[in-house]
């Protein structure tokens, strides 16, 4: 789990809901969000400025704590939030709420680690798992889990039973799937030269020729 405290504010939303709400959050720079996970959802509003700035190192494995004005610290993924891509800007976030001492089940992202020995004779390393379904207590959720896949040869694969899991985690994934794996590249046959087609037309030419004589 990383050691860096990730931390949001939010502000209670109370009022004006709907629609046209949420279109007058959204030009003053704010964000309309629900913490789900609790008996009854929590309304709040987060600035947007701060979540653009935050959120590319927010993933679904990362625990946030939302300072909320006015009803304290709540700990926190983003589920999900919806953007729009053409205007650049967030215009809703979902974030589930969890309890210490509670298992969580979520994704963490899977990262290669090193540099595959057949890599350094031809080989290709090809990732087939870009995350992994994990069930642990938050205190040991990791943002990230590392594959070495430096031992691997050409025609080698790295299984998830492989991989070195940090303590507290259950992986929710077969253990004999694939993680990684380092093929050779196939190399395409050269393209046959005039000089080469001239000599395989030779005989087929001699024989026709012989043919007509008769």
Not at 51 to 68: A, C, N, P, Q, W
Not at 76 to 87: G, H, S
Not at 146 to 167: C, F, G, T, Y
């Amino acid at each position: 789990m990383s050691n860096e405290k990730k931390v949001l504010s939010a502000r209670l939303r109370t009022a004006d809901f709907g629609s046209a709400g949420s279109r007058r959050l959204l030009r003053n720079g704010e964000v309309p969000a629900v913490v789900y996970g609790k008996s009854e959802p929590l309304h709040v509003i987060v600035n947007a400025h701060e979540f653009e700035m935050k959120k590319s190192g927010f993933s679904e494995s990362t625990l946030i704590t939302l300072s909320v004005e006015g009803d304290g610290d709540h700990m926190v993924f983003v589920k999900t939030y919806q953007e729009d891509l053409l205007r650049r800007c967030v215009h809703h976030i979902d974030f589930f709420e969890i309890t210490a001492g509670h298992a969580v089940r979520t994704h963490v992202r899977v990262e290669l680690d090193g540099t595959p020995v057949g890599c350094k004779v031809g080989g290709v390393l090809d990732q087939v798992i870009h995350e992994l379904e994990i069930e642990c207590l938050p205190k040991d959720l990791p943002e990230v889990i590392k594959a070495d896949v430096s031992a691997l040869d050409i025609n080698e694969a790295l299984r998830i039973d492989q991989l070195s899991i940090p303590a507290g985690i259950k992986v929710l994934e077969d253990p004999e799937a694939t993680v990684a794996s380092v093929k050779m590249v196939k190399e395409e046959a050269p393209a046959e030269t005039d000089e080469a087609a001239a000599d395989a037309a030779a005989p087929a030419a001699d024989a026709a020729q012989a043919a007509e004589t008769k």
